[in-house]
């Protein structure tokens, strides 16, 4: 019979590769919890409205990207493309922000687009997500910033490269917004199919547009910068003094606008040049009007998602200390009586978080020892019949032949030795 295959860009996870995440996962929970942020975990299915009126309706993901289906009652639900919008609505919905509208929020989780597989783009691919809510000031931007870098590095990530810019607030953007759509006005011709399209309804989507063609005519475009309004301008330089202060490097991008209409002021993006065309590694800014547009009052908020996969894709060699797997300890037991002591000291050894492993089939000692070999066990316990009558065995170190008489009645007197 065929074997039934995963979904085209959904991937598995495989053993071997769970330590790494196991890994990075530990290390984003250090950090983040240094800096005051707290798990959260939302559902990965939403209703599509809250997708639709938090990302934009006008923007790649929604109008392309989404997993949107009816459910047997009908409902229209969407498996999560991002974790922001849900984080908000789980914010607002527990009123969190009544108690406290300072909320620093994280969550590690699947999230669902429908792109194109290739080489860092799956239809199901991870996200390590930081939103932090309540907080305006610019000493916010660096700090979230400096916790991002200072995350990346800690899981091995070399010369991360980072984009700042501005994107405005709701009284200069639509100054610039005017200012994109005049400059496109005589260049639609050469636009892409979607771009010509969005021209009225979100003309800054060009900049997002990964279209060669698209990309020539923004590198021309005017930048976001010169249409900032004094309180934009200010917050954002604010933002540079506090990176300057923590002696972080970034390069001011005042072309990127990232993918989701929720950004206004702060955005900024974090490449390597390692990663090839896809190249993002992690993204985010400042939305200070999206809990708003969820229906909650006026709070503030600013965060970014990791990329899981491209993240691991860069460090995979640099990750020594994921936690070791092989077992510490195997017991080859000959006969009867000794399978049946390995088994009782085996589990007895598991259960004080000793990594053991025994085989329990009746099997020669070198199809034991191969086992044991295969698995990687540092240390062999051989136990027969004689043993179980002299109440002494050899412990076995497999990597350099060394053999020590050990005590099978008094275990605690030899678990030293098991490293
Ligand atoms: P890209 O420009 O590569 O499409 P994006 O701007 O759509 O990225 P965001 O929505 O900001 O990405 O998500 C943050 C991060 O999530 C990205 O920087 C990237 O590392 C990762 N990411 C986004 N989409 C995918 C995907 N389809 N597969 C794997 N990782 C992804
Ligand atoms: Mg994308």
Redesign the pocket.
Known sequence: MEVVTAVK?FKDILPEETGRWQYVEARAREVFAAFGCREIRVPILERTDLFARGIGEAT??VEKEMYTFRDRGGECLTLR??ATASIIRAYLEHSLHVADPVAKLYTIGP?F?R?R?QR????Q???IDVEILGHEAPCIDGEVILMLLHFLRSVGLKAPHLEVNSLGCNICRPGYRASIQGFLAGREADLCGDCRRRLDTNPLRVF?C?VPSCREIVDQAPGVTDSLCGECRDHFAAVLVSLDAFDIAYVINPRMV???DYYTRTAF??TTEFLGA???????GRYDGLVRELGGPDIPGIG????????LALTAEDLDDVPPFSPELFIAALGDPARQFAYALGNRLRLQGRRVEMDCRPRGLKGQMKRADKLGCRRVLIVGDREMETRQAELRDMTTGEQVRVSLDDPSSWEYLLV
């Open positions: 860009g790649d993901i493309p991002e999230m687009r792109e597989p860092g783009r799956y239809r691919f991870h996200q997002d990964k990232r993918g989701l993006e974090v896809q190249n993002a590694v992690a993204g985010g970014f998602a990791v990329g899981f996969e491209r993240l």
